[in-house]
Structures are given as structure tokens and as C-alpha cells.
T-cell receptor
Framework: AQSVTQLGSHVSVSEGALVLLRCNYS??????LFWYVQYPNQGLQLLLK??????LVKGINGFEAEFKKSETSFHLTKPSAHMSDAAEYFC??????????FGAGTTVTVRA | DVKVTQSSRYLVKRTGEKVFLECVQD?????MFWYRQDPGLGLRLIYF???????EKGDIPEGYSVSREKKERFSLILESASTNQTSMYLC??????????????FGSGTRLTVV
């Protein structure tokens, strides 16, 4: 079974500051990797994904993530936080069997 | 865009009731999933289905069953609702081709309260 660890259940950043959300996974095979965002009382929306190819992946709303196989990590970053980035973020992993395992989530708050 | 529609946003049911949560997707996806979401626990897989009339248990199937009579519809059934099943329930679907797999498309969720 896959294990996904998101470091920090809550992250608080100032508007305009860097957003960094950490995700590490355990996998015996090269996985598919995803970040999802959830706004209050909504379902999850795909931010970005890594399947194959370039290890630096760009997603929507200015987010990007880098797959580092040697570190089994897929950290999410955004250079400059906006108030609209306040949400819960989930890292997810699939070992190519189309079944995703999710981390516990990280709630981001943005201070004005 | 793929749409995944969950029939109810909010439900309140009594302990012992049989509860049906309905999910419909409109893009001919083979795979469908039911998760529950609880604070601090992330999303936990209840059941999934790779094809019509096919179902497999996820990580927490106890107290639940599912039905997939048509490709577009995947129903989650709480046979006898209990208060510990109060949660947000999320349905998702995905394509099964490895060349086109882009993760899941989620519905908006059903927040179920069992009293």
C-alpha cells in the first residue's frame, strides 16, 4: 500500500510570500503524482500532475511541483501567495494502477 | 469537461436508516471511486469499481456497500447508518488508459450527518 506524508497540517503565509507544501511518498515503482486543492464545501480540483517526462511540473494558479525520485518527494510551491490561495491541499500518489492514495492534507491560510 | 455529479450536497439521516448516495459521471469513464473525508485523516477509499457490475473493497469498506448497474452511475449504500458515518463523502471518476490517466475528477461532495 502507498503511503503519502504531508509535512505540516497547517501552513500560514503572508500575502506575497513563498508557499511551500511538502509531500513525501513511499513507492516501489515510479508513481504518478498529483496535487489537488479543495476550497470550503467543494470537491477536490486538480492543481497539477506528474506522470512521465519533465520532473518540474507547472499547474494552475501559478503553482508548480518538482518530482525528486532520489528523495521520494513532490513538493508544491508558489512564489507569491495570494489571498485566494487559502484552501486545503492534498498530495496523492498512484503506482500506475489508477487508484490514488492521499495525504492527510495541509490547510493554507494567507495573512494580509 | 468531465462532470461528476453527486445527487445531494447535504443530508441528515437517522441512526439505523438505509442511506443511498448517488454519483453520476458524463464522460464514459471506466473507473469510479467513493471516498470519505474526515479532518486530519485525509481521504480514505471506501469502494471502487473498474467496470459495470464490478466492485472492489477499498481501505474502509465496513458498513458500506456499492452498486454499479450502469457505467455512468456508482451508488454508495449505508446499510444501517451510524453516527460514526457522519462525514463528507466524495465520488470520483477516472479513465483507465495509462496514456491518458490524469488522476481523478471529483464531485462536489455530500456532507452526511447521522443523528
Amino acid at each position: 500500500a502507498q503511503s503519502v506524508t504531508q509535512l505540516g497540517s497547517h501552513v500560514s503565509v503572508s500575502e506575497g510570500a513563498l508557499v511551500l507544501l511538502r509531500c513525501n511518498y513511499s513507492s516501489s515503482v515510479p508513481p504518478y503524482l498529483f496535487w489537488y486543492v479543495q476550497y470550503p464545501n467543494q470537491g477536490l480540483q486538480l492543481l497539477l500532475k506528474y506522470t512521465t517526462g519533465a520532473t518540474l511540473v507547472k499547474g494552475i494558479n501559478g503553482f508548480e511541483a518538482e518530482f525528486k525520485k532520489s528523495e521520494t518527494s513532490f513538493h508544491l510551491t508558489k512564489p507569491s501567495a495570494h489571498m485566494s490561495d487559502a484552501a486545503e491541499y492534498f498530495c496523492a500518489v498512484s503506482p500506475n494502477d489508477y487508484k490514488l492514495s492521499f495525504g492527510a492534507g495541509t490547510t493554507v491560510t494567507v495573512r494580509a | 469537461d468531465v462532470k461528476v455529479t453527486q445527487s445531494s450536497r447535504y443530508l441528515v439521516k437517522r441512526t439505523g436508516e438505509k442511506v443511498f448516495l448517488e454519483c453520476v459521471q458524463d464522460m464514459d469513464h471506466e473507473n469510479m471511486f467513493w471516498y470519505r473525508q474526515d479532518p486530519g485523516l485525509g481521504l480514505r477509499l471506501i469502494y471502487f469499481s473498474y467496470d459495470v457490475k464490478m466492485k472492489e473493497k477499498g481501505d474502509i469498506p465496513e458498513g458500506y456497500s456499492v452498486s454499479r448497474e450502469k457505467k455512468e452511475r456508482f451508488s454508495l449504500i449505508l446499510e444501517s447508518a451510524s453516527t460514526n458515518q457522519t462525514s463528507m463523502y466524495l465520488c470520483a471518476s477516472s479513465i483507465s488508459s495509462s496514456e491518458k490517466f490524469y488522476g481523478y475528477t471529483f464531485g462536489s461532495g455530500t456532507r452526511l450527518t447521522v443523528v
